[in-house]
């Protein structure tokens, strides 16, 4: 069964600087998916960035980037310029074509003034 | 806009009741759909997988004839807590698989908070 870990339930990082959240994951498959979404207060999961396997180049998304790690089975996101709308949970998940996603246990960003 | 419409956002309710939630595509055709619940301050966890005009697969451990799961048009599933107890109260929230993106992208609804005294 496929498995995503994330080994840092808590991070914090002051506004502007830049701060790395950790993600790996176990899986079989060869072709799947990888994403980071934030969930804030209001619980909304909000999508942030997304990683389809295949793709050897990192993916981007204005602050937010990835290290994807095939090899290593590992995902982390980088977000630059910290804001503080950025403090949420974040979740790592993995889900192959058409299926659930599977999703790690969660790191709580904590954005200082 | 959303995508994916669920309904209510926030329901609290005496124990032994039964509660409905629902889950809609707003502009495309879902055949599958999927419902999560999370509780406090833990992740999300796969309950069931909804399929239009199917039975509904559902994850180890979940009792299938405590959360009823119908999915009787491509555009909504329901998932029905039957006789509520305090320890259903959690976060539940579902997605809608879109069959227009490449890699059939998911959409998520924007949950529903369950509370049950």
């Known amino acids: 069964a496929q498995t995503v870990t994330q080994s840092q339930p808590e991070m914090s990082v002051q506004e502007a600087e830049t701060v790395t959240l950790s993600c790996t994951y176990d899986?079989?498959?060869?072709?799947?998916?990888l994403f980071w979404y934030k969930q804030p207060p209001s619980r909304q999961m909000i999508l942030v960035i997304r990683q389809e396997a295949y793709k050897q180049q990192n993916a981007t998304e204005n602050r937010f980037s990835v290290n994807f790690q095939k090899a290593a089975k590992s995902f982390s996101l980088k977000i630059s310029d910290s804001q503080l709308g950025d403090a949420a949970m974040y979740f790592c998940?993995?889900?192959?074509?058409?299926?659930?996603?599977?999703f790690g246990p969660g790191t709580r960003l904590s954005v200082l003034p | 806009g959303a995508v994916v419409s669920q309904h209510p956002s926030w329901v609290i309710c005496k124990s032994g009741t039964s509660v409905k939630i629902e889950c809609r595509s707003l502009?495309?055709?879902?055949?599958?759909m999927f419902w999560y619940r999370q509780f406090p301050k833990q992740s999300l966890m796969l309950m069931a997988t909804s399929n239009e005009g199917s039975k509904a697969t559902y994850e180890q451990g979940v009792e299938k004839d405590k959360f009823l799961i119908n999915h009787a048009s491509l555009t909504l599933s329901t998932l029905t807590v039957t006789s509520a107890h305090p320890e259903d109260s959690s976060f539940y929230i579902c997605?809608?698989?879109?069959?227009?993106?490449?890699?059939?992208?998911?959409?998520f609804g924007d949950g529903t908070r369950l509370s049950i005294l």
């Open positions: 899986t079989s498959e060869s072709d799947y998916y």
């Open positions: 997605s809608a698989r879109d069959p227009r993106g490449a890699g059939q992208p998911q959409h």
């Open positions: 998940a993995y889900r192959t074509y058409g299926q659930n996603f599977v």
């Open positions: 502009d495309f055709q879902a055949t599958t």
